[in-house]
Protein backbone atom coordinates (compact mmCIF):
# COMPACT_ATOMS: atom_id res chain seq x y z
CA UNK A 1 0.00 0.00 0.00
CA UNK A 2 1.13 3.75 -0.83
CA UNK A 3 0.73 6.50 1.89
CA UNK A 4 0.87 9.83 1.06
CA UNK A 5 2.77 11.01 4.43
CA UNK A 6 3.13 14.56 5.27
CA UNK A 7 6.66 15.56 5.86
CA UNK A 8 6.51 15.02 9.39
CA UNK A 9 4.96 17.29 12.11
CA UNK A 10 4.53 17.13 15.79
CA UNK A 11 3.52 20.14 16.31
CA UNK A 12 0.79 22.39 14.56
CA UNK A 13 0.42 25.98 16.24
CA UNK A 14 -2.20 26.67 14.83
CA UNK A 15 -18.36 17.69 22.85
CA UNK A 16 -19.46 16.06 25.05
CA UNK A 17 -18.54 12.65 24.58
CA UNK A 18 -22.04 11.96 22.55
CA UNK A 19 -22.59 14.05 19.01
CA UNK A 20 -25.60 14.19 17.70
CA UNK A 21 -27.05 11.62 15.75
CA UNK A 22 -28.75 11.24 12.35
CA UNK A 23 -30.06 8.48 10.42
CA UNK A 24 -27.38 6.97 8.20
CA UNK A 25 -30.09 4.80 6.40
CA UNK A 26 -31.69 7.99 5.41
CA UNK A 27 -28.17 9.14 4.35
CA UNK A 28 -27.54 6.16 2.02
CA UNK A 29 -31.06 6.12 0.53
CA UNK A 30 -30.43 9.87 -0.41
CA UNK A 31 -26.84 9.09 -1.66
CA UNK A 32 -28.09 6.09 -3.98
CA UNK A 33 -25.79 4.22 -1.98
CA UNK A 34 -25.40 0.42 -3.85
CA UNK A 35 -26.22 -2.15 -1.48
CA UNK A 36 -27.30 -5.73 -1.35
CA UNK A 37 -29.83 -7.93 0.11
CA UNK A 38 -28.26 -8.62 2.98
CA UNK A 39 -26.78 -5.06 3.51
CA UNK A 40 -23.24 -5.49 2.05
CA UNK A 41 -21.33 -2.85 -0.06
CA UNK A 42 -18.65 -4.28 -2.45
CA UNK A 43 -15.74 -1.69 -2.47
CA UNK A 44 -12.93 -1.47 -4.34
CA UNK A 45 -9.54 -0.43 -2.88
CA UNK A 46 -6.75 0.60 -5.12
CA UNK A 47 -2.86 -0.67 -4.46
CA UNK A 48 0.74 -0.34 -5.84
CA UNK A 49 -0.41 -4.11 -6.63
CA UNK A 50 -3.74 -3.17 -8.81
CA UNK A 51 -7.27 -3.31 -7.35
CA UNK A 52 -8.36 -5.44 -4.68
CA UNK A 53 -12.10 -6.11 -4.43
CA UNK A 54 -13.52 -6.63 -0.74
CA UNK A 55 -16.82 -6.19 1.25
CA UNK A 56 -17.79 -4.21 4.05
CA UNK A 57 -20.83 -4.96 6.18
CA UNK A 58 -23.24 -2.27 5.95
CA UNK A 59 -24.98 -0.08 8.35
CA UNK A 60 -28.59 -1.35 9.65
CA UNK A 61 -29.19 1.34 12.59
CA UNK A 62 -28.03 4.80 13.41
CA UNK A 63 -25.08 5.94 13.99
CA UNK A 64 -23.91 9.83 15.28
CA UNK A 65 -23.23 12.23 12.46
CA UNK A 66 -24.82 14.64 9.90
CA UNK A 67 -25.74 12.84 6.70
CA UNK A 68 -23.44 14.25 3.86
CA UNK A 69 -26.25 14.87 1.49
CA UNK A 70 -29.52 15.47 2.71
CA UNK A 71 -31.59 18.52 2.75
CA UNK A 72 -30.48 22.04 4.09
CA UNK A 73 -32.27 22.24 7.23
CA UNK A 74 -30.39 18.99 8.14
CA UNK A 75 -33.97 16.88 8.46
CA UNK A 76 -34.58 13.22 7.52
CA UNK A 77 -37.38 11.69 5.45
CA UNK A 78 -38.65 8.27 5.78
CA UNK A 79 -36.33 5.26 5.02
CA UNK A 80 -36.90 3.31 2.28
CA UNK A 81 -35.88 -0.09 1.14
CA UNK A 82 -32.02 -0.49 -0.34
CA UNK A 83 -31.30 -0.61 -4.07
CA UNK A 84 -30.15 -3.80 -5.46
CA UNK A 85 -26.24 -3.95 -5.97
CA UNK A 86 -25.66 -2.80 -10.07
CA UNK A 87 -21.92 -1.66 -9.63
CA UNK A 88 -18.92 -1.95 -8.07
CA UNK A 89 -18.10 1.63 -5.87
CA UNK A 90 -14.48 2.83 -5.54
CA UNK A 91 -14.02 4.70 -2.08
CA UNK A 92 -10.91 7.65 -2.62
CA UNK A 93 -11.71 9.03 1.20
CA UNK A 94 -8.89 11.31 1.28
CA UNK A 95 -9.16 12.39 -2.70
CA UNK A 96 -12.85 12.97 -2.20
CA UNK A 97 -12.92 16.85 -2.55
CA UNK A 98 -10.79 17.25 -5.65
CA UNK A 99 -12.94 13.87 -6.71
CA UNK A 100 -15.85 16.08 -6.13
CA UNK A 101 -15.08 19.31 -6.62
CA UNK A 102 -14.20 18.01 -10.21
CA UNK A 103 -13.12 21.50 -11.82
CA UNK A 104 -12.08 25.12 -11.05
CA UNK A 105 -15.84 27.07 -12.13
CA UNK A 106 -17.38 24.92 -9.55
CA UNK A 107 -14.60 25.37 -6.80
CA UNK A 108 -14.91 28.84 -7.36
CA UNK A 109 -19.16 28.76 -7.21
CA UNK A 110 -18.79 27.11 -3.95
CA UNK A 111 -16.14 28.94 -2.39
CA UNK A 112 -17.86 32.29 -3.18
CA UNK A 113 -21.35 30.11 -1.74
CA UNK A 114 -19.73 29.14 1.29
CA UNK A 115 -17.81 32.79 2.04
CA UNK A 116 -21.26 34.20 2.12
CA UNK A 117 -23.00 31.52 4.50
CA UNK A 118 -19.99 32.01 6.97
CA UNK A 119 -20.66 35.69 7.25
CA UNK A 120 -24.18 35.28 7.44
CA UNK A 121 -23.91 32.65 10.29
CA UNK A 122 -21.50 35.29 11.48
CA UNK A 123 -18.16 33.17 11.30
CA UNK A 124 -16.07 36.37 10.28
CA UNK A 125 -14.35 38.56 12.58
CA UNK A 126 -12.26 41.86 12.73
CA UNK A 127 -9.54 42.51 9.87
CA UNK A 128 -5.89 42.79 11.12
CA UNK A 129 -5.27 46.21 9.67
CA UNK A 130 -8.45 47.51 11.81
CA UNK A 131 -7.88 45.69 15.06
CA UNK A 132 -10.10 47.77 16.99
CA UNK A 133 -13.31 48.74 14.79
CA UNK A 134 -16.11 45.74 14.08
CA UNK A 135 -16.92 48.03 10.64
CA UNK A 136 -14.95 45.79 9.09
CA UNK A 137 -15.14 41.59 9.05
CA UNK A 138 -13.52 39.42 7.06
CA UNK A 139 -13.98 35.12 7.38
CA UNK A 140 -10.81 33.39 8.78
CA UNK A 141 -8.92 31.02 6.72
CA UNK A 142 -11.25 27.67 5.92
CA UNK A 143 -10.68 25.25 4.68
CA UNK A 144 -13.31 24.81 1.59
CA UNK A 145 -14.99 20.92 2.55
CA UNK A 146 -14.27 19.26 6.27
CA UNK A 147 -11.09 16.75 5.62
CA UNK A 148 -11.28 12.79 5.72
CA UNK A 149 -10.46 11.76 8.79
CA UNK A 150 -10.27 8.19 10.51
CA UNK A 151 -13.43 7.85 12.58
CA UNK A 152 -11.63 5.10 15.12
CA UNK A 153 -8.86 8.12 15.60
CA UNK A 154 -11.77 10.98 16.62
CA UNK A 155 -13.51 8.05 18.69
CA UNK A 156 -10.32 7.47 20.66
CA UNK A 157 -9.38 11.25 21.24
CA UNK A 158 -12.89 11.54 22.66
CA UNK A 159 -12.79 8.80 24.35
CA UNK A 160 -9.73 9.89 26.55
CA UNK A 161 -10.33 13.17 27.41
CA UNK A 162 -12.03 13.21 30.96
CA UNK A 163 -9.26 11.20 31.83
CA UNK A 164 -7.47 13.54 31.32
CA UNK A 165 -8.95 16.07 32.79
CA UNK A 166 -9.09 14.42 36.05
CA UNK A 167 -5.22 13.39 35.36
CA UNK A 168 -4.13 17.18 35.09
CA UNK A 169 -6.62 18.28 38.09
CA UNK A 170 -4.92 16.10 40.21
CA UNK A 171 -1.76 16.99 39.14
CA UNK A 172 -2.23 20.19 40.17
CA UNK A 173 -3.10 19.47 43.64
CA UNK A 174 0.31 17.45 43.63
CA UNK A 175 2.74 20.43 45.20
CA UNK A 176 5.77 18.10 45.36
CA UNK A 177 5.50 16.51 42.40
CA UNK A 178 5.07 19.73 40.96
CA UNK A 179 8.29 20.87 41.97
CA UNK A 180 10.35 17.62 41.42
CA UNK A 181 9.02 18.19 37.88
CA UNK A 182 10.39 21.80 37.41
CA UNK A 183 13.47 21.79 39.72
CA UNK A 184 15.96 21.51 36.28
CA UNK A 185 13.65 23.39 34.10
CA UNK A 186 13.34 26.67 36.43
CA UNK A 187 17.62 26.75 35.73
CA UNK A 188 16.91 27.58 32.35
CA UNK A 189 13.58 29.09 31.80
CA UNK A 190 13.03 32.22 34.08
CA UNK A 191 9.42 31.91 33.31
CA UNK A 192 8.37 28.78 34.57
CA UNK A 193 10.75 30.14 37.41
CA UNK A 194 8.45 33.00 38.41
CA UNK A 195 4.92 30.68 38.31
CA UNK A 196 6.91 27.82 40.40
CA UNK A 197 7.86 30.57 42.91
CA UNK A 198 3.87 31.72 43.01
CA UNK A 199 2.82 28.12 43.03
CA UNK A 200 5.01 28.00 46.61
CA UNK A 201 3.78 31.45 48.19
CA UNK A 202 0.35 30.23 47.41
CA UNK A 203 1.12 26.72 49.12
CA UNK A 204 2.89 28.54 51.67
CA UNK A 205 0.41 31.28 52.91
CA UNK A 206 -2.62 28.53 51.63
CA UNK A 207 -4.99 28.08 49.07
CA UNK A 208 -8.55 30.63 49.69
CA UNK A 209 -10.61 29.32 46.96
CA UNK A 210 -10.44 25.20 46.84
CA UNK A 211 -12.62 25.23 43.54
CA UNK A 212 -10.49 24.62 40.51
CA UNK A 213 -11.45 25.20 36.89
CA UNK A 214 -9.80 24.25 33.46
CA UNK A 215 -10.76 23.94 30.48
CA UNK A 216 -8.63 22.18 27.91
CA UNK A 217 -7.64 21.37 24.75
CA UNK A 218 -5.80 18.17 23.82
CA UNK A 219 -4.35 18.41 20.29
CA UNK A 220 -3.31 15.13 18.32
CA UNK A 221 -2.16 14.03 14.97
CA UNK A 222 -3.19 10.64 12.77
CA UNK A 223 0.26 9.07 12.73
CA UNK A 224 1.20 6.27 10.30
CA UNK A 225 2.61 3.60 12.03
CA UNK A 226 5.17 1.62 9.23
CA UNK A 227 6.46 -1.32 11.07
CA UNK A 228 2.82 -2.37 11.90
CA UNK A 229 1.03 -0.50 9.10
CA UNK A 230 -1.54 0.92 10.99
CA UNK A 231 -3.02 4.40 11.45
CA UNK A 232 -2.78 5.63 15.13
CA UNK A 233 -3.57 8.79 16.86
CA UNK A 234 -0.86 10.27 18.61
CA UNK A 235 -1.15 13.33 20.85
CA UNK A 236 1.01 16.66 19.94
CA UNK A 237 0.15 18.62 23.08
CA UNK A 238 -1.93 19.27 25.91
CA UNK A 239 -2.90 23.07 26.31
CA UNK A 240 -4.28 24.24 29.70
CA UNK A 241 -6.91 27.45 30.45
CA UNK A 242 -5.53 29.65 27.48
CA UNK A 243 -7.28 27.73 24.85
CA UNK A 244 -8.37 28.96 21.38
CA UNK A 245 -10.92 27.75 18.92
CA UNK A 246 -13.89 27.24 20.37
CA UNK A 247 -15.95 29.73 18.38
CA UNK A 248 -14.55 29.13 15.52
CA UNK A 249 -14.88 25.77 15.50
CA UNK A 250 -18.41 26.19 16.20
CA UNK A 251 -19.59 27.87 13.23
CA UNK A 252 -16.97 26.11 11.12
CA UNK A 253 -18.57 23.00 11.64
CA UNK A 254 -22.01 24.53 10.61
CA UNK A 255 -20.17 26.56 7.53
CA UNK A 256 -19.04 22.70 6.42
CA UNK A 257 -22.12 21.11 6.78
CA UNK A 258 -23.53 23.50 4.82
CA UNK A 259 -21.15 23.15 2.45
CA UNK A 260 -21.96 19.37 2.60
CA UNK A 261 -25.42 19.88 1.75
CA UNK A 262 -24.57 22.13 -0.96
CA UNK A 263 -21.92 20.13 -2.61
CA UNK A 264 -24.99 17.77 -2.91
CA UNK A 265 -26.97 19.43 -4.94
CA UNK A 266 -24.54 20.50 -7.12
CA UNK A 267 -23.57 16.91 -8.03
CA UNK A 268 -27.43 16.23 -8.31
CA UNK A 269 -27.67 13.58 -11.21
CA UNK A 270 -24.20 13.76 -12.36
CA UNK A 271 -22.81 10.74 -9.06
CA UNK A 272 -20.25 10.52 -7.10
CA UNK A 273 -21.77 11.16 -3.58
CA UNK A 274 -22.01 7.35 -3.05
CA UNK A 275 -18.53 7.68 -1.87
CA UNK A 276 -19.60 9.28 1.09
CA UNK A 277 -22.18 6.92 1.88
CA UNK A 278 -20.16 5.73 5.27
CA UNK A 279 -19.21 9.00 6.54
CA UNK A 280 -20.18 10.62 9.76
CA UNK A 281 -19.76 14.64 10.22
CA UNK A 282 -20.65 15.57 13.84
CA UNK A 283 -22.13 18.03 15.30
CA UNK A 284 -19.77 20.02 17.52
CA UNK A 285 -20.34 22.93 19.60
CA UNK A 286 -17.58 23.60 21.95
CA UNK A 287 -18.74 27.31 21.95
CA UNK A 288 -21.90 26.62 24.07
CA UNK A 289 -20.62 23.98 26.20
CA UNK A 290 -17.88 25.65 27.45
CA UNK A 291 -19.51 28.50 27.92
CA UNK A 292 -21.90 26.24 30.15
CA UNK A 293 -18.68 25.43 32.06
CA UNK A 294 -17.61 28.84 32.92
CA UNK A 295 -21.03 29.65 34.03
CA UNK A 296 -21.57 26.45 35.82
CA UNK A 297 -18.67 27.71 37.91
CA UNK A 298 -20.08 31.47 38.29
CA UNK A 299 -23.02 29.77 39.72
CA UNK A 300 -20.77 27.97 42.24
CA UNK A 301 -18.76 30.25 43.89
CA UNK A 302 -22.29 31.43 45.54
CA UNK A 303 -22.47 35.17 44.89
CA UNK A 304 -25.30 36.35 42.52
CA UNK A 305 -23.57 40.11 42.08
CA UNK A 306 -20.50 39.00 41.69
CA UNK A 307 -18.72 39.62 38.23
CA UNK A 308 -16.58 37.23 35.98
CA UNK A 309 -13.25 38.88 34.67
CA UNK A 310 -11.94 38.41 31.45
CA UNK A 311 -8.62 38.42 30.58
CA UNK A 312 -7.84 39.24 27.13
CA UNK A 313 -5.99 41.44 24.70
CA UNK A 314 -7.90 42.38 22.06
CA UNK A 315 -4.40 43.84 19.85
CA UNK A 316 -3.42 40.08 19.09
CA UNK A 317 -4.97 38.37 16.23
CA UNK A 318 -8.46 39.32 15.68
CA UNK A 319 -10.40 36.54 15.40
CA UNK A 320 -8.53 34.70 18.64
CA UNK A 321 -9.84 37.62 20.10
CA UNK A 322 -13.82 37.89 19.02
CA UNK A 323 -14.27 33.91 19.43
CA UNK A 324 -12.78 33.81 23.29
CA UNK A 325 -15.81 36.49 23.42
CA UNK A 326 -18.00 34.06 21.81
CA UNK A 327 -18.09 31.50 24.40
CA UNK A 328 -16.61 33.85 27.55
CA UNK A 329 -18.77 36.64 27.14
CA UNK A 330 -22.37 36.25 24.67
CA UNK A 331 -22.60 32.68 25.68
CA UNK A 332 -22.20 33.09 29.55
CA UNK A 333 -24.62 35.89 29.13
CA UNK A 334 -27.48 34.05 27.30
CA UNK A 335 -26.93 31.35 29.74
CA UNK A 336 -27.37 33.37 32.67
CA UNK A 337 -30.67 34.99 31.00
CA UNK A 338 -32.31 31.37 30.16
CA UNK A 339 -32.02 31.17 34.47
CA UNK A 340 -33.26 34.36 36.00
CA UNK A 341 -29.79 35.41 36.82
CA UNK A 342 -27.68 38.13 35.15
CA UNK A 343 -23.58 38.46 34.89
CA UNK A 344 -21.49 40.62 34.12
CA UNK A 345 -18.63 39.68 32.04
CA UNK A 346 -15.99 42.87 32.33
CA UNK A 347 -13.16 42.15 29.91
CA UNK A 348 -9.81 43.99 30.97
CA UNK A 349 -5.86 43.76 29.88
CA UNK A 350 -3.21 42.84 32.44
CA UNK A 351 -1.93 46.31 32.49
CA UNK A 352 -5.89 47.42 33.01
CA UNK A 353 -6.08 44.74 36.12
CA UNK A 354 -3.31 46.37 37.52
CA UNK A 355 -5.14 49.94 37.33
CA UNK A 356 -8.30 48.44 38.51
CA UNK A 357 -7.92 45.33 40.57
CA UNK A 358 -7.60 45.48 44.61
CA UNK A 359 -7.16 42.61 46.78
CA UNK A 360 -8.94 42.78 50.19
CA UNK A 361 -6.44 41.43 52.89
CA UNK A 362 -9.27 40.94 55.47
CA UNK A 363 -11.22 38.70 53.40
CA UNK A 364 -9.34 37.97 50.11
CA UNK A 365 -12.22 38.88 48.03
CA UNK A 366 -10.96 40.47 44.80
CA UNK A 367 -12.59 43.55 43.58
CA UNK A 368 -12.92 45.54 40.09
CA UNK A 369 -14.13 48.78 40.34
CA UNK A 370 -15.55 47.71 43.66
CA UNK A 371 -17.31 44.74 42.48
CA UNK A 372 -16.61 41.36 43.65
CA UNK A 373 -14.90 39.09 41.50
CA UNK A 374 -16.40 35.44 41.41
CA UNK A 375 -14.26 33.85 38.21
CA UNK A 376 -11.30 34.94 36.06
CA UNK A 377 -10.63 33.65 32.74
CA UNK A 378 -7.06 33.99 31.65
CA UNK A 379 -7.48 34.19 27.69
CA UNK A 380 -3.85 35.98 28.40
CA UNK A 381 -0.61 35.49 30.40
CA UNK A 382 1.08 31.91 29.91
CA UNK A 383 3.92 32.62 28.19
CA UNK A 384 7.17 35.45 29.52
CA UNK A 385 6.27 37.94 26.96
CA UNK A 386 2.69 38.69 28.70
CA UNK A 387 4.14 40.26 31.88
CA UNK A 388 6.50 43.02 30.48
CA UNK A 389 6.66 44.86 34.06
CA UNK A 390 6.57 43.58 37.55
CA UNK A 391 2.83 45.35 37.73
CA UNK A 392 1.16 42.68 35.49
CA UNK A 393 3.04 39.62 37.92
CA UNK A 394 1.78 41.25 41.15
CA UNK A 395 -1.82 41.19 40.12
CA UNK A 396 -1.81 37.95 38.92
CA UNK A 397 -0.25 37.48 42.20
CA UNK A 398 -3.22 39.32 44.12
CA UNK A 399 -5.86 36.91 41.85
CA UNK A 400 -4.32 33.79 42.73
CA UNK A 401 -4.52 34.85 46.33
CA UNK A 402 -7.90 35.79 46.14
CA UNK A 403 -10.94 33.62 46.87
CA UNK A 404 -12.27 34.41 43.20
CA UNK A 405 -12.10 30.81 40.92
CA UNK A 406 -9.01 31.44 38.50
CA UNK A 407 -9.25 29.74 35.30
CA UNK A 408 -6.63 28.23 35.31
CA UNK A 409 -4.81 28.75 38.46
CA UNK A 410 -1.34 28.83 38.52
CA UNK A 411 -1.10 25.22 40.15
CA UNK A 412 -3.29 24.30 36.64
CA UNK A 413 -1.70 26.56 34.26
CA UNK A 414 1.88 24.34 35.33
CA UNK A 415 0.62 21.54 34.49
CA UNK A 416 -0.14 22.13 31.07
CA UNK A 417 3.40 22.21 29.96
CA UNK A 418 5.63 19.90 27.96
CA UNK A 419 7.79 18.67 30.59
CA UNK A 420 4.50 17.37 32.87
CA UNK A 421 4.02 15.86 29.44
CA UNK A 422 7.52 13.99 29.13
CA UNK A 423 7.18 13.28 32.50
CA UNK A 424 3.86 11.75 32.28
CA UNK A 425 4.95 9.55 29.39
CA UNK A 426 7.92 7.86 32.08
CA UNK A 427 6.80 4.36 33.31
CA UNK A 428 4.54 4.42 36.83
CA UNK A 429 3.86 8.30 36.94
CA UNK A 430 0.39 8.11 35.96
CA UNK A 431 -0.37 4.90 37.65
CA UNK A 432 1.02 7.15 40.58
CA UNK A 433 -2.16 9.47 39.75
CA UNK A 434 -4.35 6.39 38.97
CA UNK A 435 -3.39 3.76 41.60
CA UNK A 436 -6.27 1.87 40.64
CA UNK A 437 -6.93 2.37 37.14
CA UNK A 438 -4.98 0.31 35.35
CA UNK A 439 -7.51 0.65 32.60
CA UNK A 440 -7.52 4.11 32.29
CA UNK A 441 -3.62 4.23 31.98
CA UNK A 442 -3.63 2.37 29.38
CA UNK A 443 -6.09 3.78 27.30
CA UNK A 444 -3.75 7.24 27.61
CA UNK A 445 -0.46 5.76 27.07
CA UNK A 446 -1.80 4.14 23.76
CA UNK A 447 -1.79 8.09 22.47
CA UNK A 448 1.68 9.07 23.50
CA UNK A 449 4.48 9.18 21.62
CA UNK A 450 8.51 9.09 22.05
CA UNK A 451 9.44 11.78 24.51
CA UNK A 452 12.27 12.35 26.92
CA UNK A 453 14.08 14.81 29.13
CA UNK A 454 17.55 16.27 28.51
CA UNK A 455 18.42 17.65 31.87
CA UNK A 456 20.53 14.53 32.95
CA UNK A 457 23.96 14.20 31.78
CA UNK A 458 23.82 10.15 31.41
CA UNK A 459 23.76 7.63 28.67
CA UNK A 460 20.69 7.36 27.96
CA UNK A 461 20.32 10.91 27.32
CA UNK A 462 23.46 11.28 25.66
CA UNK A 463 22.21 8.94 22.89
CA UNK A 464 18.78 10.25 22.30
CA UNK A 465 20.77 13.48 21.75
CA UNK A 466 23.43 11.91 19.31
CA UNK A 467 20.45 9.80 17.81
CA UNK A 468 18.68 13.04 16.92
CA UNK A 469 22.01 15.25 15.88
CA UNK A 470 22.02 11.94 13.57
CA UNK A 471 18.29 11.48 12.42
CA UNK A 472 17.08 15.06 12.54
CA UNK A 473 14.19 14.40 10.41
CA UNK A 474 12.83 11.83 13.34
CA UNK A 475 12.80 14.70 16.10
CA UNK A 476 11.40 17.80 17.37
CA UNK A 477 12.70 19.83 20.19
CA UNK A 478 10.45 21.94 22.14
CA UNK A 479 10.49 24.41 24.91
CA UNK A 480 7.81 24.34 27.74
CA UNK A 481 5.59 26.98 25.43
CA UNK A 482 2.31 26.11 23.63
CA UNK A 483 0.99 27.16 20.60
CA UNK A 484 4.30 26.16 18.46
CA UNK A 485 6.67 28.41 20.26
CA UNK A 486 10.07 27.17 21.14
CA UNK A 487 9.29 24.56 18.50
CA UNK A 488 13.08 23.25 17.00
CA UNK A 489 13.58 21.30 13.85
CA UNK A 490 15.97 19.64 11.37
CA UNK A 491 18.84 21.58 11.37
CA UNK A 492 17.94 23.69 13.84
CA UNK A 493 17.57 21.89 16.47
CA UNK A 494 20.65 20.27 15.68
CA UNK A 495 22.74 23.17 16.27
CA UNK A 496 20.53 23.75 19.56
CA UNK A 497 21.65 20.62 20.62
CA UNK A 498 25.05 21.17 19.59
CA UNK A 499 25.28 23.92 21.30
CA UNK A 500 23.21 24.42 25.14
CA UNK A 501 24.44 23.89 27.55
CA UNK A 502 23.58 21.21 30.53
CA UNK A 503 21.55 23.59 32.44
CA UNK A 504 19.86 25.32 29.15
CA UNK A 505 18.19 21.79 28.09
CA UNK A 506 16.71 21.11 31.34
CA UNK A 507 14.05 23.69 30.08
CA UNK A 508 13.39 21.26 26.32
CA UNK A 509 12.48 17.86 25.73
CA UNK A 510 12.73 16.12 22.66
CA UNK A 511 9.85 14.39 20.62
CA UNK A 512 9.60 11.62 19.11
CA UNK A 513 7.95 12.95 15.08
CA UNK A 514 4.51 11.88 14.24
CA UNK A 515 4.19 11.32 10.49
CA UNK A 516 0.39 12.38 9.73
CA UNK A 517 -1.59 11.23 6.59
CA UNK A 518 -2.00 14.12 4.31
CA UNK A 519 -4.97 14.28 2.46
CA UNK A 520 -6.17 16.75 -0.36
CA UNK A 521 -8.34 20.29 0.27
CA UNK A 522 -9.17 23.26 -1.31
CA UNK A 523 -7.53 26.15 1.22
CA UNK A 524 -9.78 29.48 1.44
CA UNK A 525 -7.92 32.83 2.88
CA UNK A 526 -8.64 36.22 2.50
CA UNK A 527 -8.74 38.07 -0.38
CA UNK A 528 -6.88 34.96 -1.66
CA UNK A 529 -7.91 32.55 -4.84
CA UNK A 530 -8.78 28.92 -3.04
CA UNK A 531 -5.93 26.24 -3.97
CA UNK A 532 -5.90 22.81 -3.59
CA UNK A 533 -3.57 21.28 -1.01
CA UNK A 534 -2.00 17.98 0.68
CA UNK A 535 -3.03 19.06 3.99
CA UNK A 536 -2.89 17.56 7.39
CA UNK A 537 -5.17 18.26 10.25
CA UNK A 538 -4.96 18.97 14.02
CA UNK A 539 -7.55 17.49 15.87
CA UNK A 540 -8.00 19.00 19.49
CA UNK A 541 -10.32 17.79 22.05
CA UNK A 542 -12.11 20.35 24.76
CA UNK A 543 -12.15 18.96 27.49
CA UNK A 544 -13.45 21.13 31.05
CA UNK A 545 -13.54 19.92 35.04
CA UNK A 546 -14.47 21.69 38.03
CA UNK A 547 -13.24 19.95 41.14
CA UNK A 548 -12.71 20.72 45.29
CA UNK A 549 -8.56 20.59 45.39
CA UNK A 550 -9.33 20.30 49.36
CA UNK A 551 -10.86 16.92 48.98
CA UNK A 552 -10.12 15.57 45.36
CA UNK A 553 -14.26 15.72 44.66
CA UNK A 554 -14.81 16.40 40.78
CA UNK A 555 -18.03 18.38 40.49
CA UNK A 556 -18.23 18.80 36.81
CA UNK A 557 -16.13 16.57 34.20
CA UNK A 558 -16.73 16.67 30.31
CA UNK A 559 -15.56 16.50 26.78
CA UNK A 560 -17.03 19.15 25.06
CA UNK A 561 -16.32 19.32 21.29
CA UNK A 562 -13.38 19.84 19.08
CA UNK A 563 -10.95 22.13 17.02
CA UNK A 564 -9.49 20.74 13.66
CA UNK A 565 -7.03 22.55 11.99
CA UNK A 566 -5.20 21.87 8.80
CA UNK A 567 -1.82 22.85 7.07
CA UNK A 568 0.37 22.40 3.74
CA UNK A 569 2.12 19.00 4.39
CA UNK A 570 5.13 19.98 3.51
CA UNK A 571 5.44 22.25 6.21
CA UNK A 572 6.80 21.32 9.84
CA UNK A 573 4.22 23.34 11.93
CA UNK A 574 1.98 26.06 10.62
CA UNK A 575 -0.85 28.00 12.68
CA UNK A 576 -3.75 30.18 11.69
CA UNK A 577 -2.88 32.88 13.40
CA UNK A 578 0.79 32.31 11.67
CA UNK A 579 -1.07 32.61 7.91
CA UNK A 580 -0.17 28.63 6.87
CA UNK A 581 -2.51 26.89 8.96
CA UNK A 582 -6.91 26.96 8.18
CA UNK A 583 -9.76 25.98 10.42
CA UNK A 584 -11.35 22.83 9.41
CA UNK A 585 -13.87 20.33 9.97
CA UNK A 586 -13.64 16.68 10.15
CA UNK A 587 -15.66 14.18 7.69
CA UNK A 588 -15.03 10.88 9.47
CA UNK A 589 -14.19 7.55 7.68
CA UNK A 590 -14.32 4.23 8.48
CA UNK A 591 -10.81 3.44 8.64
CA UNK A 592 -10.47 0.61 6.29
CA UNK A 593 -11.60 3.81 3.43
CA UNK A 594 -9.29 6.19 4.84
CA UNK A 595 -6.42 4.35 4.92
CA UNK A 596 -7.29 1.56 1.75
CA UNK A 597 -6.75 4.50 -0.88
CA UNK A 598 -3.59 5.64 -2.64
Known amino acids: MVLTLANATAEMSTTTTQTQTLDMREMKRQLNVIKGE ?19 NGQNGTTNGHHANGNANGTTANTTAPAQPTALLTVDARNYVPNL ?3 DQRMRELAEYGLDYAHSIGLCARTVEHKFESDIATTPPLALMPSPFPLSLYTKAFEVQ ?5 LYFRISCDHEFLLETYKDVIKGDPYIKRCVEIAQQIHDEGVHQPLALSVQRADYLSHWDEQKQCIELKQVEVNIGQIGGPGCATQT ?53 AVLLFVNQPDLFPFCHFEQLQFTTFEVEKLAKRDGNIVQVIRMTFKECAERCHLDESDFSLYVDGKRVALVHMAYGYIGEHYPTEAEWQVRIAMERSTA ?28 FFPDEPQRVAALREVFTGLWGLENDDAVTNAVIEDAIQRPRDYVLKAQMGAGKGNFFDEEMVEKLKTMSLEERGAYILMKKIWPVAVKNYLMRPFQVPYLENVVSELGIYGSIIADSSNGKVLWNSAEGYLSRSKPANLNQGGVCEGSGVVDSVLLFPDNEFVGTN
Open 38 to 56: HGELLLTSSNENGDKQHQQ
Open 101 to 103: VAD
Open 162 to 166: ETLNE
Open 253 to 305: NKYHRKMLDKLAIVRAGTGGMEMLAHTEMPVNKPRHKMGRTLYEAWKLFGDPN
Open 405 to 432: IISPNIRLQLTGTKKIQQVLSKPGVMEK
